[in-house]
């Protein structure tokens, strides 16, 4: 049986009842989608053992299950190919979607049969608790940088003013290109991103110049945190590190809020010292709970 769930609110309740669920998964995400082209529907299936949910994008060329499906109950391949059988007859399209790696032992024929085509990881970091505990997590390294930030800042201030989008993409574009990154989304994307009540832009400002921002999702227990980027001139400040500071500071205030999610980390062969650099700062935290996730299309 299967039935799409049109309201807003009652797809998230859901949902939030899953640990495996996600922003990507959740409303939030669907304005996103939409704003890129693609028509979304909140798909409900009842199998025999188990029960599918699925926010799915459909785009010209394929359909996307970001993050998803969620599955109840058992973990039943037979239910979820047929989930997904009928997801594909419908739109007529390939369908792109992922389990969890501490899962993905139950389904042996989607590992044998359909296309892997990305793996993703993340780094969690519990913020459930007070903060002395959590910075002993922190290396040493981090928190020394940390306490150096905090002397060099004290008069900086951290805005959550979304007008500020337009600077903030200026100082990402021009941080990507010194490093020979690649901007991944545009000017527009951001300021739709920003039209949504749970995306957040917080910048950090002194002597009143943006010298370090960062865009965070957040849905039911957890932050995502993305796009966190500094002025070059402003590195030896560490703004990147107070700003991150900051919101884990702010996330144990929150009642409702377990885990800062520090948005992917390179697997473990990238050789790009780059990408093993971005990793490093990301553990030099103390990640309490790392994610992995296995994309196929099918």
Not at 68 to 86: C, H, R, S, T, V
Not at 134 to 162: E, P, Y
Not at 198 to 220: H, Q
């Amino acid at each position: 049986m299967i039935k799409e769930i049109i309201d807003n609110k009652q797809w998230d309740d859901e949902i939030s009842k899953s640990e495996d669920c996600t922003f990507y998964q959740s409303s939030n995400n669907r304005g996103l989608c939409e704003f890129n082209g693609a028509k979304t529907y909140c798909i409900k299936y009842q199998g025999e053992e188990s029960k599918i949910l699925a926010m799915v994008a459909v785009y010209p060329s394929f359909i996307s299950i970001p993050f998803g499906p969620i599955i109840y109950g058992k973990q039943d391949e037979k239910e979820l190919l047929n989930f997904l059988n009928i997801v594909r007859r419908k739109f007529r399209l390939p369908v792109k979607f992922c389990l969890f790696n501490e899962k993905i032992d139950n389904y042996s024929w989607i590992q044998n049969n359909a296309r892997n085509v990305w793996n993703f990881t993340t780094a969690l970091l519990n913020v459930d608790s007070d903060i002395d505990t959590i910075k002993a997590r922190f290396n040493q390294n981090r928190r020394r940088i940390i306490r150096k930030a905090l002397v060099n800042l004290k008069d900086s201030i951290i805005s959550m003013d979304k007008n500020n989008a337009e600077l903030f993409y200026k100082m990402y574009s021009e941080r990507l290109y010194t490093t020979h990154g690649e901007v991944d989304f545009t000017s527009n994307e951001l300021l739709n991103m920003l039209r949504n009540e749970n995306v957040n832009l917080y910048m950090c400002i002194l002597n009143s110049k943006p010298i370090a921002g960062i865009v965070t999702f957040k849905f039911n227990d957890t932050l995502i945190t993305r796009y966190n980027c500094t002025d070059t001139k402003y590195l030896s400040l560490n703004p990147n590190s107070y700003l991150d500071y900051y919101l884990i500071n702010k996330g144990i205030k929150d009642p409702n809020l377990k885990y800062y999610d520090f948005s992917g980390i390179s697997e473990e062969t990238s050789n790009e010292t780059k990408l093993k650099n971005i990793d490093r700062y990301k553990y030099s935290y103390g990640p309490n709970l790392i994610k992995k996730y296995n994309w196929y299309m099918f």
